[in-house]
């Protein structure tokens, strides 16, 4: 399906390992999931794309419907948040998806990319946590944590 090793070295182990300890803080307190598929390339539009890998990755099949796909194609510049429908309304829709988007340009154009899909992975963690609450009783990780390279 995906090369695991497929440009790696975009990202050095250390901020390999710091993308993914913001996914594991930012599920810490929700039922919901974010995954982040980082490929060199986009033919097309970015959120086509998103959402082929999100069902590819049956992000649809979590238990609430609670999601979110973080996608970069780093050589295209191309770059979107994809919320299943569990999540997607309950954050305020497009307005709260583009505020997110925005934020991480902002790092992006500096060339801060680790930090920007850091702090969007945490402020979507703060939205699945104040949406989707951890339930012990009930909750588990449904998905990998790890980062996904095409």
Not at 15 to 44: D, H, K, N, P
Not at 131 to 139: I, K, L, Q
Request: with cysteine; hydrophobic share 40%; net charge negative.
């Amino acid at each position: 399906m995906f090369s695991k090793n497929a440009k790696k070295e975009w990202l050095s182990k250390r901020e390999q390992q710091a993308i993914v300890a913001a996914i594991q803080q930012a599920e810490r307190a929700t039922s919901g999931e974010i995954r982040l598929f980082i490929e060199a390339g986009c033919e097309g539009e970015a959120l086509e794309r998103a959402k082929e890998i999100f069902f590819k990755l049956e992000m649809n099949a979590t238990r609430l419907r609670n999601g979110v796909l973080v996608y970069l194609a780093y050589d295209d510049h191309k770059f979107c948040l994809l919320g299943d429908e569990g999540i997607y309304a309950k954050t305020g829709g497009q307005q709260y998806w583009e505020k997110e988007v925005n934020i991480a340009l902002d790092f992006f154009k500096k060339g801060a990319y680790v930090e920007g899909l850091r702090q969007v992975i945490l402020d979507i963690g703060n939205s699945l946590s104040e949406h989707f609450p951890f339930d012990p009783g009930c909750d588990k990780n449904e998905l990998p944590d790890e980062i996904v390279f095409g």
